[in-house]
């Protein structure tokens, strides 16, 4: 078994440990990573048992309550240098974001995101809508793709209208601001709490 | 299949439609409320394709974002009354809290919510640790069961010491506040965003 220095690097990330041990351990566990920061903390080796990845790229965490403190909204978004993550306009955008997060309410990221079984169960309703509406059947399919398009657009984050300027996507927003600062951003996830909420 | 008021309550809140509507609805569908909700809206009664239950308890979102913007916070904690939540002290409990948060990395809430086959995998990292340090076979048990009171302590936010005072645990804390407003309070839920993480 091979022990790249890739494996041992990470290896080393997660645990602190040193590289010949680490080198040792990913030997005596046949190169399995979990295994081997177990092996390397039953020596007493690693003491960082929650010892989170090294950060990945550069970015802001932004958040917005609510007046009231009953909806309150994280955000992440990445970028590319830690310039431009300082710069007011990616700050603006991140603020913005958190912003129309709390206020519009989406349930995911991008339509990659939605369960495939939510899907099937808004299509079946839209099919059984139109047919009930009288509907010809060789229409029936354009109307659901239609009414899902609009359901995406309702529920995802990226493809949603901006609160603030609703002739504009996110995404499009997001694109503006790239455009601006010349770097690619991400927004990588979010979290809305309301009170009482799921 | 008799159709409770309270079911048709909760479907009204939750579609918003008539409870004549409501009650047919359920009726159709043998008390499913899932399944009465796909009625409403297949007959375009209700529009509410998200709406959310309505908040259960009183409290407040929180938020803490770090100095820097690479870690951010948010944290709901629920009480009984509108006015103890506007209050001074719940106030700052639930800013306490956050900033704890951000500081402490809890990974989990309370012990209970530990995953079986972490504490099985502490459990037996901590065993061989004791077993190679030459511990006697009789006290390994208690040593243990000591690492894991340890481990809860470090990664369940109820069990940690509060960071702005060590001698405290989290759950202390809010206990005292408790016994200062006379109210009972929940720590409901938290999200910690560290730039580049999980």
Redesign the interface.
């Known amino acids: 078994m091979a022990v790249s220095a890739g494996m041992v690097k990470e290896l080393r990330e997660k645990t602190g440990a040193g590289m010949m041990d680490c080198k040792k351990a990913l030997s005596e566990t046949g190169g399995d990573l979990e295994k081997a920061i ?1 092996y390397l ?4 080796l690693s003491d960082a ?2 010892r ?14 609510h007046p009231g ?8 978004v ?1 970028c590319e240098s830690d310039f431009v ?1 300082r710069t007011e306009e990616f ?1 603006a955008l ?1 603020k913005d974001l958190a912003m129309h997060v709390a206020a519009s ?1 989406p ?1 995911y990221l991008r339509r990659e995101d939605v369960p495939e079984d939510m899907i099937a ?2 299509k ?2 839209y099919e ?2 139109a047919k ?1 509406g009288g509907k010809p059947e060789r229409i029936v399919e354009r109307i659901v793709q239609g009414k899902l398009e609009k ?1 995406f657009q ?2 995802c984050l990226l493809e949603q209208p901006f609160v603030k300027d609703p002739d504009l996507s996110v995404n499009q927003l997001v694109s503006s601001v790239v455009a601006k600062l010349g770097e690619n951003i991400v927004v990588r ?1 979010f ?1 809305r ?6």
Chains 1, 2 share one sequence.
């Open positions: 177990d903390r039953q020596k007493g048992a929650k989170t990845g090294r950060t990945a790229s550069e970015g802001v965490i932004g958040s917005y309550i403190g009953k909806i309150g909204v994280l955000v992440e990445n993550a700050q991140v309410n349930l169960r808004e079946n309703i059984v809508q009930e359901f309702e529920i996830r979290q709490f309301q009170l009482g909420g799921q």
